[in-house]
């Protein structure tokens, strides 16, 4: 077929016509699918930048809490170390007592009250 017939052929000056409106139609209905699927897109794309947002945050509060909780137990810790170094050293003094000669002191009436009074709450508990 020739080109130049068919410009002058009306019959097919309207398939061309027809043929070139049905394409420009279906460009125009793919571009509007791929604008629907680009704004779908973009919310989506918005939506997990917010999901992101909201991890960050609370990777940052749980890190914060980490800290913290790292700090008190270092300060427990340090409590604790210092309880155990007071309580070797009172073991040390009971020891370094118990090793001494008993003394020439005598028994004085108070101490013997003193000792009946323990002696008697210790029976009752």
């Known amino acids: 077929m020739n080109i130049v017939a068919t410009i002058n052929d009306p019959a097919a000056l309207d398939d061309h016509e027809a043929m070139a409106l ?14 629907d699927e680009l704004a779908q897109v973009r919310a989506d794309l918005h939506r997990e930048q917010d999901r992101v947002t909201m991890v960050l945050e609370e990777l940052t509060r ?4 980490a800290l913290k909780h790292r700090a008190r137990n270092t300060e427990y810790e340090t409590i604790l170390s210092n ?3 007071m309580t070797t ?23 013997k009250a003193l000792d009946e009074t323990f002696k008697q709450g ?3 508990a």
């Open 22 to 35: 049905a394409s420009v139609q279906r460009m125009r209905s793919d571009l509007i699918a791929v604008r």
């Open 62 to 65: 749980w890190r914060d809490d």
């Open 83 to 85: 309880i155990f170094l």
């Open 89 to 111: 050293q009172a073991q040390e003094n009971l020891r370094a007592g118990n090793d001494l000669p008993p003394s020439n002191t005598p028994v004085t009436e108070a101490l």
């Open 122 to 124: 210790n029976a009752e």
